[in-house]
């Protein structure tokens, strides 16, 4: 199986399903187009989907259920306690995880809340190779810090690694040191690494993390959103894990963990649903308590049972490897697209998006002033588009001591490419546009606050577009007065 693509001509696998649904997209007019972005003050998040062409906001819950998992919608067994639908989940989740205690959440942030609300408190640290916004978000509003320690691979976008999502173990082992008794409750890992750019963690990077964290006391926690693509990634990338299955790779994984949470609106292949898992029966003990008051019973933890159902068939279906060769090469050819056009873009593509370098394409706008924010607009303005910007307004920050902004460590836009959904000549639309963009790039406009709530400020925030002439460096500023 090879992972080299042609530089132009069609994607090198077909799609291994056929089509029996369709539905109908609209792209408005440029007028309705500029009007709608008026109105949802710049932040598309607040477009009308109906409004959008080509929706790669997220591949979050934004699937093609199978046929399989519609049968399994149908004949779902909405019991309130112990319907058939649960115990299917439930021996699903521990045969592919091999992890015995199973809680089901209404998706991934209910249950970063749960486990961060019973192991973490005040003055925590909790590593990482990358926080996520909901992640960062729930450790955050506990007081406890989320500590980024991302491999030093990962710091130059252009650069091609095969698994710039690892941690940097000398850092983790150096945090722990240092830590009080305690102070660390648990060590996270995500795969694949969202904010770095969809990168895959290596197996052997999993194993030395886990090692680790055995050696200190301190649990060991993966977050599995995106588990089965980060294994194929594992099993194209990494010496000696060539020709292995798929589900082999998983088990390792997890051979290694404490416990997983999972938002399966990604590599569940499901419209919604989580869970979290664990080997300590008296900390699931305690998760399902609190499940009770703010989720529901443990046997149905806020999902329909219609949903646990389509959850159990997506999880298996997600280990074909037909499906994640098609998956991943997919997302590989809009990367090579998008480099032939002349669009810097963090290498390797991701597992599941591409990430536009949104500095290196607009080096004329400021941190300060959103370059990611500011493309993202103009994909929808250019062409009905919806990306995500992941860069200062998701997470940059003022500097608790001086007040001053700190951006984020990258400007991105993220194109997430929603499973079984887009053709290539849809994706290929999108490549155009941003060659139109890249034709027309010292034009584009940055933007500024309107309104900034204070907590995970990109879902709600407003801003309103500044001549890029209007922005004077800080330490201008500062010369000039």
């Known amino acids: ?53 080509i929706d790669l906001l997220t591949d979050s819950g934004t699937s093609a259920q199978s046929d399989r998992q519609w049968s399994g919608l149908v004949a779902g067994d909405e019991a309130y306690a112990g319907g058939r639908c649960w115990y299917a989940f439930e021996a699903t989740v521990q045969e592919i995880f091999g992890l015995p205690h199973v809680i089901p959440v209404h998706q991934g942030r209910a249950g970063e809340r749960l486990l961060f609300s019973e192991m973490v408190s005040p003055g925590d640290l909790v590593p990482n190779n990358r926080h996520f916004d909901t992640t960062r978000a729930n450790l955050e509003i506990l007081l ?11 710091g130059e976008p252009g650069v091609e690694h095969p698994f710039k999502g690892n941690l940097d173990l000398e850092r983790l082992e150096t945090l722990l040191k240092e830590a009080t008794p305690r102070q660390v409750p648990l060590v996270l890992l995500t795969l694949t690494d969202n904010a770095g750019g969809g990168q895959p963690v290596s197996l052997a990077n999993v194993r030395a993390v886990g090692e680790i964290c055995r050696r200190f006391g301190v649990p060991f926690w993966i977050d599995a959103c995106r588990f089965a693509e980060n294994a194929f990634f594992i099993r194209e990338r990494e010496p000696g894990q060539q020709g292995r299955s798929i ?3 998983v088990a390792d994984l997890f051979a290694e963990v404490d416990g997983c949470l999972m938002s399966a609106k990604k590599d569940g292949l499901a419209n919604i649903g989580g869970f979290l898992a664990c080997r300590d029966g008296r900390l699931a003990e305690r998760l399902r308590e609190a499940l009770v008051v703010t989720e529901g019973f443990p046997t149905y933890g806020g999902l329909a049972g219609r949903d646990l159902a389509a959850v159990a068939v997506g999880l298996r279906e997600v280990l074909d490897l037909r499906y994640l060769e098609f998956r991943i090469r997919q997302v590989e050819w809009l990367g090579q697209r998008l480099l032939e056009a002349g669009i810097p873009i963090v290498r390797p593509s991701g597992g599941h998006a591409v990430y536009i370098d949104a500095a290196a394409l607009l080096p004329h706008i400021l941190p300060e002033r959103f370059p990611g924010q500011a493309l993202a607009v103009e994909l929808y303005r250019h062409g009905g588009v919806r990306g995500v910007e992941i860069g200062s307004v998701m997470f940059g920050r003022s500097d ?56 995970l400020r990109h879902f709600n925030a407003r801003f309103e577009e500044v001549r890029v002439e209007a922005v004077v460096p800080a330490a201008a500023a500062t010369a000039a007065s």
């Open 1 to 53: 199986m090879s992972s080299s693509l042609p530089s132009s001509g069609p994607i090198p696998l077909p799609e291994p399903w056929k089509v029996k649904v369709v539905e109908p997209i609209l792209l408005p007019s440029r007028e309705e187009r500029e009007a709608h972005l008026r109105a949802c003050g710049y932040n598309v998040f607040h477009l009308p989907a109906e409004a959008v062409f």
């Open 247 to 249: 589900p082999e790779i």
């Open 144 to 154: 406890a810090e989320a500590v980024d320690l991302p491999s030093p691979a990962s």
């Open 400 to 455: 608790p001591e001086t007040g001053g902004f700190v951006p984020a460590e990258h400007e991105l836009v993220r194109l997430a490419v929603p499973r079984r959904v887009y053709s290539h000549s849809q994706l290929g639309y999108v490549v155009d546009v941003l060659a139109h963009i890249r034709s027309r790039a010292d034009q584009i406009q940055g933007l500024r606050f309107v309104h900034e709530p204070d907590v």
